[in-house]
């Protein structure tokens, strides 16, 4: 079938939930058979994320492919258990850029290069890219920040002529907030009138409104928000808040999002979602009586989207291992060794987050060495790996000064060190070791026991690596050495066998694990932290 392209767009407020929205549309109707992408266009200037702080923009995920992106491609694979690409997202400095490259190839032919036409023709030509390679049947765009922000406006004029172009086979859905006045005792529709208002001075009518509200909306209150807005009463959609994200498909295809989006695109769809794999992991979520409880240690605490796919991975597993997870954010930078069996207590398993930099990292050591001597199950991943790899080498190898060359160049031990290839690199953006790499694993161990097998393939985001010239004396010490990439003899994964469950991962399986397919690593340390659980129960 003809690619149909939906769009969706975003107002009164940031942080409703553009992503889950349109995650949420692609799972329903990839229920329905249907090959779904979408992608994301981000208004700043920045090529991508990959430079930016955790502060400022959560997470920076990253696809098999190699692209530093928004954290909401997280939830785009995590929802459709599809591989995004770098053409998933999109920036205005990537956009700029290649409109830059081109202008100096002389590709404009001595033309005046204007943001209409040369920017919003980049960006159709974006959008077009994914329908046009055949792929899929839904190209869902979602444009973020808010309407009428400065940034945004280029991308929603590039919507307003998609949609001219593409006749029925485009749909603008409107994501909204529906404020309630405490005081007043009232949901107030006003902020909605204004924002369609908004769209509708840049020439776009939405086709759907989805109102985001903490309350229920009554039937009488949308029929008159779909009056002002010009849009049919039935595509007038409430979102109200859910205890888990993974709820939001059952909501909206209860309200027939799907179906309405298929009307109005002109698509014939005679059958249902096929969503009995979903709702069976949301019986699994209501089901879970029993709570475990993981530690995290890092230094982005009070900011959760800084390990959202590490959050979700773990709450996947737990929900697979038929518990509730309990997350508890350990501050790096407040663990020392007078506090840690305080601040670690209770915990049924550990997580040592990702990271860069000096910062929080003493803290790491010290959690990661009260763990080994207390055979704490404990996950490392990445920053996390290496520390393991450190703390090993400074307590059981006895090398004391022993560290990354990352946080201290002249170690006289670099147990962790830059590759020969990065250490000719000065430009940071988009030049780690980025995305999809092979891994063997050694047959027997833990880690290939948890994966069923001993080929895996895992995304990377890290410049540092373990030092081959130390893999021996950590491996007579106790530490193997069970994961390696097969053409570089980089070390990928290291455990340490005599412990209950002790791996570290230089890759982020985080990454990867999505509701229908759980990462495995995260399943069996789960798994682990269950069992250690109810050995402590029993030896009480
Ligand atoms: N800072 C480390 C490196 O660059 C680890 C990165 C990470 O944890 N993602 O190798």
């Given at each position: 079938m003809e690619t149909r392209y939906i769009f969706v767009t975003g107002g009164v407020v940031s942080s409703l939930g553009k992503g889950i929205i349109s995650s949420s549309l692609a799972c329903l109707l990839k229920a329905r058979g249907y090959k779904v992408t979408i992608q994301k266009f981000d208004p700043y200037i920045n090529i991508d994320p990959g430079t930016l702080n955790p502060y400022e923009h959560g997470e920076c995920y990253v696809t098999a492919d190699g692209q530093e992106t928004d954290l909401d491609l997280g939830h785009y694979e995590r929802f459709t258990n599809t591989r995004m690409t770098r053409s998933n997202n999109i920036t205005t400095g990537r956009i700029y850029q290649n409109v830059i490259e081109k202008e100096r190839r002389g590709d404009y032919l001595g033309k005046t290069v204007q943001i209409v036409p040369h920017i919003t023709d980049e960006i159709k030509r974006n959008v077009k890219l994914l329908g046009t390679t055949g792929d899929f049947d839904f190209v869902i765009t979602e444009i973020g920040g808010t309407v009428g922000d400065i940034e945004s406006l280029p991308f929603i004029e590039a919507v307003r002529q998609l949609r001219w172009e593409l006749g029925q086979n485009a749909l603008c859905i409107h994501l909204t907030y529906v404020p309630y006045i405490r005081a007043a005792k009232e949901l107030k529709t006003k902020p909605t009138q204004h924002s369609v208002k908004q769209l509708q001075e840049v020439g776009i009518q939405p086709d759907i409104l989805v109102l985001r509200t903490e309350h229920d909306i009554p039937a009488d209150m949308r029929k008159k928000i779909a009056q002002f807005c010009n849009v049919s009463p039935d595509a007038v959609i409430q979102s109200p808040d859910v205890p888990?994200?993974?709820e939001v498909p059952v909501k909206m295809h209860q309200q027939h999002l799907d179906d309405i989006v298929l009307r109005k695109t002109g698509v014939e769809s005679p059958s249902e979602p096929h969503m009995e794999p979903w709702l069976e992991f949301l019986h699994k979520i209501d089901r879970a009586s029993d709570t475990v409880t993981i530690g995290l240690v890092g230094k982005?605490?009070?900011?959760?989207?800084?390990y959202k796919s590490i959050n979700e991975a773990l709450f996947q597993a737990a929900t697979y291992n038929h518990h509730k997870l309990k997350l508890v954010y350990i501050h790096s930078e407040k663990l020392n060794d007078d506090n840690v069996a305080s601040k670690l207590a209770g915990l049924d398993g550990v997580i040592i987050a990702p990271g860069f930099g000096q910062r929080g990292i003493e803290g790491k050591f010290v959690a990661l060495k009260w763990c080994r001597e207390h055979d704490i199950p404990t996950f490392g991943i990445c920053l996390g790996m290496q520390c393991m790899v450190i703390e090993f080498a400074r307590n059981?190898?006895?090398?004391?000064?022993?560290?990354?060359t990352e946080m201290d160049h002249l170690t006289p031990d670099n147990v962790i060190d830059l590759m020969d290839e990065q250490k000719s690199i000065t430009n940071m953006g988009g030049t780690m070791r980025l995305g999809e790499y092979d891994c063997r694993l050694e047959p027997g161990s833990r880690a290939a026991k948890a994966y069923g097998k001993t080929e895996v393939r895992e995304r990377h985001r890290h410049r540092f690596e373990f030092n081959n010239d130390y893999r021996q004396r950590f491996e007579e010490a106790?530490?193997?050495?069970?994961?390696?990439?097969?053409?570089?003899?980089?070390?990928?994964v290291v455990e340490?066998?005599?412990?209950r469950w002790f791996i570290g991962t230089q890759y982020h399986p985080e990454y990867s694990s999505t509701v229908l397919a759980p990462g495995p690593l995260f399943l069996d340390f789960i798994k682990a932290a269950i069992d250690y659980k109810t050995e402590n129960i029993n030896n009480k």
């Open positions: 888990t994200i993974y982005y605490v009070e900011l959760q989207d800084a059981v190898l006895g090398l004391t000064q022993a560290n990354s106790g530490m193997k050495c069970v994961g390696e990439n097969p053409k570089t003899h980089l070390v990928e340490l066998p005599d412990h």
